[in-house]
């Protein structure tokens, strides 16, 4: 290419540049203009949804603007995770998912082509613990019969999850090897199907969202035996965390939501949207709805780009350890 040619193409360049500055500021500063839409990974009515939705209905009063539910189910969240990936980068496409679809799926299934770099981490929304459950099959009443019952019968026992590659399955292997135990995981399409099995007395142990296992220990229905946090839950001091057995010190896992936009969002309409959703997690009301459904709200100043890739690490321990795949 000639030296004529070469500035003429870079002067072009750069009037083009300047000419989408202007219109690239408008858009920041005008930023919401229109219906804000929020997709949701799965059906309507999980927990997942729940939490969408509480976010829906407070964010839009902080952005001035309508903020609509779009739920788009499919491969455990990953379906609804790959229309945001690929969506415009411009604040009216974002995702409300779960640990699931968000930083497991693409580890263990080779399909799911999206990566945590395809997004705009906008902020953490809230968390609760999984909770280890018996049946009355299992003949356990607490967490020091739990270990003293798999320790002396290896490979006896079976816990029960969601599905291969949820959060569930996680703790459930997470709790396997630290504290070197043997039991058979089997997996379920879904909570219903555990739930019945468990409360059927077909299973002797289920790994529970706190939120999906606490109506069956309050009715009786299972026994708790503990939660996967490191500490035991606010909400739920009466339950043991598995971390205060020895054996299990280690354990500490949960199941968590955040807010994210497609890869690429313009650093002033990412603001706009933390400082919406900001305001969102600090509404007593919205609070007390995220406590109501057994979920606590995360403090907004954790980074969640940070927060996030040091969840995928810990992650990738378990299913290397494990060797889950789909």
């Known amino acids: 290419m000639s030296t004529h040619i070469l500035r003429r193409t870079l002067i072009a360049c750069g009037a083009a540049m300047l000419a989408a500055g202007p219109a690239f500021a408008d858009d920041a500063a005008s930023y919401p203009n229109k219906p804000v839409t929020i997709v949701v ?3 309507a009515g999980g927990s997942t949804d729940l939490v969408g939705r509480l976010v829906a209905n407070e964010i839009e009063k902080h952005l001035g603007q309508s903020v609509v539910v779009e739920n788009l189910g499919g491969a455990g969240g990953a379906i609804g995770a790959q229309k945001v990936a690929n969506a415009k980068p411009d604040g009216y ?8 679809e968000i930083a497991i799926a693409n580890q263990i299934n080779k399909s799911v082509k999206y990566k945590i770099t395809d997004f705009t981490p906008i902020g953490l929304v809230a968390s609760q613990p999984m909770v280890l459950v018996a049946s009355a099959k299992a003949g ?3 967490t020091k019969e739990f270990v003293a019952a798999v320790k002396a019968n290896p490979a006896k ?6 599905g291969v590659g949820t959060a569930l ?23 219903p199907a555990l739930t019945n099995d468990v409360m059927g007395n077909n299973i002797e142990y289920g790994i529970f969202v706190l939120s999906s296992g606490l109506p069956l220990i309050k009715a009786g229905k299972v026994t708790a035996i503990a939660t996967t946090e490191a500490k035991r839950y606010g909400a739920t001091p009466e339950i043991p965390a598995l971390a205060e057995q020895p054996e299990f010190k280690n354990v500490d896992i949960n199941s968590w939501f955040a807010m994210l936009a ?16 900001d305001k969102t997690m600090a509404s007593p009301e919205f609070r007390k709805k995220m406590e109501d459904a057994g979920a606590a709200v995360m403090d907004s100043k954790i980074d969640a780009g940070k927060y996030i890739n040091g969840e995928i690490v810990k992650y990738k321990k378990i299913i290397d350890v494990a060797k889950i795949e789909l």
């Open 41 to 43: 990974g799965y059906p």
């Open 169 to 191: 399955h996680l703790a459930g292997e997470m709790m396997k090897d630290q504290g070197k135990i043997d039991m058979q995981h089997v997996p379920y399409r879904g909570v």
């Open 140 to 142: 356990v009443k607490n």
């Open 262 to 277: 497609p890869a690429n969002l313009p650093a002033p309409i990412a603001a706009k949207l933390k400082t919406a959703l």
């Open 157 to 162: 026992f079976s816990y029960g999850s969601s």
């Open 93 to 100: 496409t974002l995702l409300v998912g779960a640990n699931n």
